[in-house]
């Protein structure tokens, strides 16, 4: 039996990257204008956002609420110290992330055989290495690249997908020269206990390699995943404003976790975030307001923790 995570080994500061843009405003009915998506992003930056997922350059009939991905890019003000990046898929996007003056760009591939194979008729080591493309793009044009592995801990084909899946297209990754890579749970099946092996075993294999881990709440295990991601030594977590985002697999079904609601719980731990939570939760119910419905965020319904003690001072 382990002796328990010692409380030392609590990470200081955790950075919380912001995808609402792209991965939330993807999955809403609402589509949000040039510049409401302009103010939302610049309003996170101004909150405490030092990474921020502005949008996706993607096939346009695809993904029609990222069409004018382009046009967003080129408006925003962008901050030095802020990394804006962007979601691609192949040479094409990225050139048109470049064209739209971003330096960051993220690639995807699924970590899943049968969800590769069905999705495009390819095996996701093929996958990764079709991107050496965009590995000599960047490196001709000074942009940086990540890398996003969807399906990694679990897959509607396969089921739970297996950890030397998932390190061996970290290995492509790695050997086209991404060096920094998020797991994501797109499918909200992934568990604390799969999360910390996982990513400590991730970590051994590939130390060199800066972790992001993307949580979906589909199943309300989104936050025990951070927990256990944290206790594993990750660091840096996606999370999105108001907790949009929904599952591609389940109609309807939770998104991401909620950027509120994951800097709530840090700062109630003692683990600071550069955050200002209360700008947070204002962009959340301006979202709110936005897309007329409630969405998953537990903070913008219950309020902060803080607020109730401060009521009965
Ligand atoms: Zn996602």
Redesign the pocket.
């Known amino acids: 039996m382990s002796a328990g995570i010692n409380a030392s080994q609590w990470p200081s500061h955790v950075i919380v990257c912001e ?1 609402g843009p792209r ?1 939330g405003l993807q999955n809403e009915k609402t589509m949000f204008s040039v510049e409401q998506k302009v103010e939302l992003i610049e309003r996170s930056v101004e909150a405490g956002a030092k990474i921020i997922e502005i949008g996706s350059f993607v096939h346009p009939k695809a993904v029609p609420q990222m069409a004018d991905t382009d046009a967003v890019a080129k408006k925003i003000k962008q901050i030095p110290g802020v990394e804006y990046r962007a979601l691609v898929l192949n040479l094409k996007g990225l050139e048109r992330a470049e064209a739209a003056g971003l330096k960051k760009a993220k690639l995807t591939a699924s970590a899943s055989r049968a969800h590769s194979l069905a999705n495009i008729n390819k095996t996701p080591e093929e996958v990764v290495r079709g991107f050496s493309d965009c590995a000599n793009f960047a490196a001709a044009h000074g942009m940086e690249l990540s890398g996003a592995i ?1 399906t990694a801990f679990g897959c509607p084909f396969e089921g739970r997908v297996p950890l030397e899946q998932v390190l061996s297209v970290i290995a492509c990754f790695r050997e086209i020269g991404v060096k920094e890579l998020s797991l ?3 499918t909200g099946m992934a568990n604390p206990r799969q999360v910390y092996d996982y990513c400590q075993k991730v970590k051994a294999e590939f130390p060199d390699i800066t972790w992001v881990l ?1 949580f ?1 709440n589909t199943r309300g295990m989104g936050l025990a995943n951070v927990i256990a991601g944290m206790m594993a030594g990750m660091d840096r977590f ?1 999370a ?1 404003f108001a907790g949009l ?1 929904g599952c591609p697999f389940a109609p309807g079904a939770t ?2 976790i909620a950027t509120e609601d994951l800097i709530h719980m840090l700062h109630e731990m003692g683990v600071s975030t550069g955050y200002d939570l209360d700008k947070v939760l204002a962009i959340g119910r301006s979202v709110r307001e936005i897309i007329g419905h409630e969405t998953s965020s537990f903070i913008l319904k219950a309020g902060k923790c803080s607020d109730l003690v401060k009521g009965k001072e």
């Open positions: 995808v991965d969807s994501s749970d797109t993307h979906h996606d999105c985002g998104g991401n």
